[in-house]
């Protein structure tokens, strides 16, 4: 049981509505995977000192920091610079998402246009799992 | 003899002295004549001279005229010229700063139409989450009458954010903001994830689907741009599957043709009237038959995708039979591609 619980990934949700980082995180844990949530950037920040995380979903707009200036502090920090971050954002402009992957991010899902199963593949896949 | 030669000297002296004042005489009359003929010379050309400044000073007074009246005219004519300068310069103010507002509302209408967006697909996306998560038995299995519900649920959402999908790539068109990222690839990848888009709604149509497609290596790569052309074909059977009746027939093929990569989607569905054909890529157009069929639907799609088709220097043509159905032959150049 311990053993499995060291193996599990743990994702961090960066995302301020409530409502679809729960679905999201239902969906996760069905496939074995450690959730944490934060709903901006503060909070984060925190979980990201206090715990390992492999990698982060990262919504863009959100309450005090946005999402794309916190992708650019975690990619100019070492400690943090290797976390994969995937970009879950409704912005789907072409040069959004183009500043996106510029900024470093692993991927762009534009959450209307994918569903939890298909965001946790698209982490898997990241992940190698 | 002596008093004789003295009285002959005397004679020849006097002669002498008649002929000298003869001479002086003819002289003087000679020179008289001369003067006359001077003073008549002088008075003509002095008659000749006050004739010439008379026409030259009223020439001169007329020329002042002249000149007077041209400076005055021309003196108007600056003041115009003037007037009509300081309005230009009052337009051309104006008109900059009504092209800064229409520079600043332009940017506003982008981030609003983005935002918009953004808001818009939230909600949506919450309840298309929270639909998948019922389908996908998280919360236990659902009974058939559930079941439908659900799906049906699922679709209205999905249909709604295509609608917005397809406002705001529309928006982006017309603000000549769509990007374009042109690679020369193969047609063919595009093609196949656009037909397993829509396999699953063809299925349940019970649509026959059949698809002619060459190996990679049959075709010629184009120059295209992946994502906008897969919105082209994914819209194009869209439409093919959205207006066959259940039990159709759709079939879709890749060729090669005179230097054109050539893609048709032929279905056997309602068709389009005779006489809106022509309407068929403008935006907003829905085809009446099409109306009665399928409610939704913005009119949008096509007017898009034949932007996006011109984009690539393609074409895009359309053969149908109200009916009988459509076919949409869409041709993109092996060479040419327009690159932004």
Redesign the interface.
Known sequence: MEQNQIDKKTILIVEDDVFMASLLERKFRQKDFEILRAENVDEARKIIQSSQINLILLDIILPGTDGITFLKELKSNTQTQNIPVIITSNLGQQEEVERGMTEGASGYIVKAHATPGEIVSKVEEILGK | MEQTKNNSLKEIYIWLLQVLIFIATIALVFLNYISVLAAIVFFFISAVNSIILVILFSNFKKGREMFSAETEQKSRKIEEFDKITRQLVKRDLELARANQKLAELDAAKSDFI?VA??QL??P???I???Y??LL?K?TGPLNDDQKEIVEKGLASITNS?DL??DL?NVA?VEEGK??F?FKKQSLIPVAEKALAGIKLVADEKKIAFSSRIPAEKEIPEVNIDT?KMGLVLANILDNAVKYTPNGGRIDFAISQEQGLVKIVVQDSGIGIPKGQKDQLFSKFFRAKNAVSVQTSGTGLGLYMVKKIVDRHGGKIVVDSVEGRGTAIIVTIPEQTARKK
């Open positions: 983005s967006a953004h697909r939230t949506l996306t919450g298309k989450w929270a998948t998560a996908d998280e954010i917005i999908n705001l982006h769509m990007d990222s994502e």
